[in-house]
């Protein structure tokens, strides 16, 4: 007994041991202090968002989660604070997260669970008199996410969201995406959990037997197994989350974006080349980015020539220079290793440090236009709302200068006036800030946090869909 306990506590000793050291080495107060500093030198926008007007409140801010930081006693509880001070910058490129995601592993929930386990539980559950008209049970869909649902043991109006699949590699299957506890009806709370494994509270509503919705965040769509109670076609509905383009009532074009990064730019183009007769003989067709949360803005400009009606501007964009950011664009090169011509960029660059460099001069914008203009007299709808962010924005942005288009739904997200987000490692800890600035007037005329409006306004409540065909109908016919 006496061998064992030896051998026993030895390892323990030295857990012990490595928990200190990483605590003296990511101290929540040390780590603050490091955010800070590379926001008040490297964040382009700091000194748009921090101005005469209101340093006195970034000051007394930032001294308030100072003090908050160094109360702080474990560096898993850093977290909130360093996300929680960010927010003053209502910048949505603006993100931490821990390094290694060792924290995310010690504290993830997750269950042993496959896709094939799940179905098989799930129908012995239904078979359940408690759970048979629940609509809740079953597979859902949004993104890069497949979540089953099930109810926790001993508690029938608490569910659980586990991961079946996920193209998002910081997710295994197993793993407790969210967690759901019924209100009343079909109204629920839940705790929704980050990449980071933070909890966000929600309140949740299941809209009908194949539609959940996150309210103010997002909505999953139910891919199975079949009910016979469904009121919508699932297989249709399931699309809402992927790249497809699909004829509506057999004579609407219907093209849907769930993001700019999931295809390349090639598939597009090539389904769209598929489909080049039906868009250019529709009286209008229907581009949806709703939820779209970016990407490559590459993956869009196949529907250009179809979307345009002549030349676009896109605002030259700005660098901040700083000595931060200099060295992350060396990417751990020395200065002096670089070549002569490099070398003489570094330089200038180097003079420039606490400015804005613009590397295509002065001109406020460039013009372009595609060399092929489909349909100039059709119109087009593109659908958008507050989860329409990043390279989704910027294509709302470019294509909105078309006299082709009309907008409708909410206001975009308002995350575009920074952008070429950098990571940079501090401690225990990934920072991602802008690097760049959208445009010279950015100061004026900002997009970010307010966002682009619709031309035509449609409540988040109404079908957007639905209203837009309705509208578009009445304009090409009153047009004839």
Known sequence: MRLCSKFVLAPSFLLLSIITIRAQ???????????????????????????????????????????KAARVTTIEACLPILQQWLQFFRDGHTSISFTDNKAVKETRKSIVMDKSAFLKEVNHIKKKKAFQNTDLLGIWKYGAYEVGILPQKNAPNQFTGVILSSTNKLWKPGDVKFELSQVYGNAYDAVYYMDD?????????????????????????????????????????????????????????????????????????????????????AAFFIVDVRDNNGGNDAVYKPLFPYILSGPIQTPNYGIWISEGNINMFLSGIKPEELEAE?????????????????????????????DTLFAPHQKVAVLINEKTMSSGETFVYRTRQSEK????????????????????????????????????????????????????????????????????????????
């Open 197 to 281: 494994n933070s909890g966000r509270k929600l309140k949740v509503n299941l809209q009908n037997p194949e539609h959940l919705e996150f309210i103010n965040y997002n909505k999953w769509v139910k891919v199975g197994p079949a009910n016979p109670n469904t009121i919508t076609d699932t297989a249709q509905t399931e699309r809402y989350s992927d790249f497809h383009i699909r004829m509506i009532d057999g004579k609407i074009p219907y093209i849907r974006f769930p993001n700019f990064y999931e295809k390349e730019p090639a598939f597009v183009d090539s389904l769209i080349r598929a489909h080049h007769q039906e868009l250019v003989e």
């Open 25 to 67: 080495e990511c101290t929540c107060a040390e780590t603050f202090e490091e955010v800070v500093q590379v926001y008040e030198h490297d964040y382009a926008l700091f000194p748009i968002k921090v101005t005469q007007t209101n340093k006195e409140l970034y000051t007394a801010n930032k001294v308030v989660f100072r003090q």
């Open 342 to 370: 490099s070398k003489a960029e570094y330089d200038y660059l180097s003079s420039l440090k606490g400015t804005v460099f613009w590397p295509d001069g002065a001109a406020y914008a460039s013009t372009s236009v595609p």
């Open 405 to 480: 288009v009309i907008l409708y739904g909410q206001n975009t997200a308002g995350i575009i006036d920074g952008f070429n987000v950098l990571t940079k490692t501090i401690n225990c800890f990934e920072l991602h800030y802008p690097s760049s600035i959208r445009a010279r007037d950015v100061a004026e005329n900002p997009i970010d946090p307010y966002g682009m409006p619709p031309d035509v306004y449609v409540d988040k409540n109404l079908d957007v869909l639905k209203f837009a065909i309705e509208h578009m109908s009445l304009l090409n016919h009153k047009k004839q």
